[in-house]
């Protein structure tokens, strides 16, 4: 399967942001897609996540609040709405697929990634 990212940008502090994850070669029926981001110079840590059958939702403490992710079935696409972005928030989304709920959200232990898009958060 091939994850492909949209919607990074240039955008001010206090905007807001939709990144979209569509999947080609199956559907997003089954298995959970995670959204990771990557800062400059750092690690890629986990922002959150959503069971793509029943719809369930995690998030990391730092996001709370202000990330908000969801699926379309009809549209084969996980969207991660963004709001009040921050200049902390800049850095590379990857969205990510996995057939089972891991134990822990580490990158390490999802099988297919997209190639990323750039949010940059202007002050």
């Known amino acids: 399967v091939q994850l492909v990212e949209s919607g990074g940008g240039l955008v001010q502090a206090g905007d807001s942001l939709r990144l979209s994850c569509a999947a080609s070669?199956?559907?997003?029926?089954?298995?959970?897609v995670a959204w990771f981001r990557q800062a400059p110079g750092k690690e890629r840590d986990f922002v959150a996540a959503?069971?793509?059958?029943?719809?369930?939702?995690i998030y990391a403490d730092s996001v709370k609040g202000r990330f908000t992710i969801s699926r379309d079935k009809a549209k084969n696409t996980v969207t991660l709405t963004i709001n009040t972005l921050e200049p902390e928030d800049t850095a590379v989304y990857y969205c990510?697929?996995?057939?089972?709920?891991?134990?822990?959200?580490?990158?390490?232990?999802?099988?297919?990634w997209g190639q990323g898009t750039l949010v940059t958060v202007s002050s």
């Open positions: 070669g199956r559907t997003f029926s089954a298995g959970v």
């Open positions: 959503i069971t793509l059958s029943a719809g369930s939702t």
């Open positions: 990510a697929l996995r057939q089972l709920i891991p134990a822990k959200w580490k990158p390490s232990v999802f099988d297919s």
